[in-house]
């Protein structure tokens, strides 16, 4: 209903992660201007995608998000996976590019591949912009701004925290997370089951009789401050946060130094 809506209402761009969306294309129209974006976190999958999409519905993704290990919330990976090299975004997106060239050169579509997870600086946006990604996606730091919707509560918890308060957990819904460390995350460890009646049924991969928690309720009082109840998802680099800016703040100084680091 979410996706359908989405492209009913003309939404520019719909990010679809926590899974691969195999059958997405199938809520467009012929006049539908919707843009449809998943995130994959390897070339296999990259091309698994594509060739799924291209052979039943005559359609390519408009571009792809690889997202490595040092993002924040759900990821793509198994846990002993977060720390090996073979995973690193760096070695990914390079991966996922070679991965959908066959299928441009077949449909003759450009397919740009934005990198994500873990990038903090203008120095970072270079470096991986150098490796052939079209773009980057950012989102830990544009928490930490004046004009991001969480609860100031929220913005703080990624101001507050240190390096060793980010830790991975293993969500409801089955896959590893990287989150700030918090009671609520204290109390889960300790075996607390926090009682709740799953009013989303959002992923069919969350065992209900089993969860400690509902991923979605704890993620939304996070976001509306109520941080004993739920928890912040954020990137590895979240702990380098110092103060919370404006957006056109934050612009200036990604562009100057990625300027500067191509000098």
Not at 162 to 185: C, H, T, W, Y
Request: hydrophobic fraction near 45%; proline fraction near 6%; include cysteine.
């Amino acid at each position: 209903d979410m996706v359908r809506t989405a492209i009913e209402e003309k939404i520019d761009i719909i990010f679809s992660g926590a899974g691969l969306p195999v059958n997405l294309p199938e809520f467009l129209k012929p006049d539908s201007r919707t843009k449809l974006v998943p995130i994959v976190s390897s070339g296999r999958a990259a091309a698994l995608l594509a060739k799924r999409w291209l052979d039943k519905y005559s359609y390519l993704p408009d571009a792809f998000v690889v997202e490595g290990p040092m993002a924040g919330g759900h990821l793509g990976f198994k846990a002993e996976q977060l720390e090996d090299p073979a995973f690193a975004l760096e070695k990914i997106v390079p991966e996922v590019i070679e991965a959908v060239r066959p299928f441009e050169e077949r449909a003759g579509k450009k397919i740009p591949v934005i990198a994500g997870g873990g990038i903090y600086t203008g120095a970072d946006i270079r470096r991986f912009l150098g490796l052939g990604a079209a773009g980057v996606q950012m989102a830990t730091r544009f928490v930490a701004t004046e004009e991001c919707d969480a609860s100031p509560a929220f913005k703080a918890a990624y101001v507050a925290a240190g390096q060793g308060d980010l830790e991975i957990i293993k969500s409801p819904v089955g896959m590893p997370g990287r989150a700030i460390r918090n009671s609520f995350l204290n109390d889960v460890a300790a075996g607390m089951k926090k009682p709740f009646a799953c009013p989303y049924h959002c992923i069919v991969t969350c065992d209900i009789e089993k969860a400690p928690y509902c991923i979605s309720l704890a993620l939304l009082n996070a976001q509306k401050g109520r941080l004993d109840k739920g928890f912040a998802f954020a990137g590895a680099n979240a702990w380098k946060t110092e103060k919370i800016v404006t957006v056109q703040e934050l612009m200036d100084e990604l562009q100057r130094d990625c300027e500067a680091d191509s000098i």
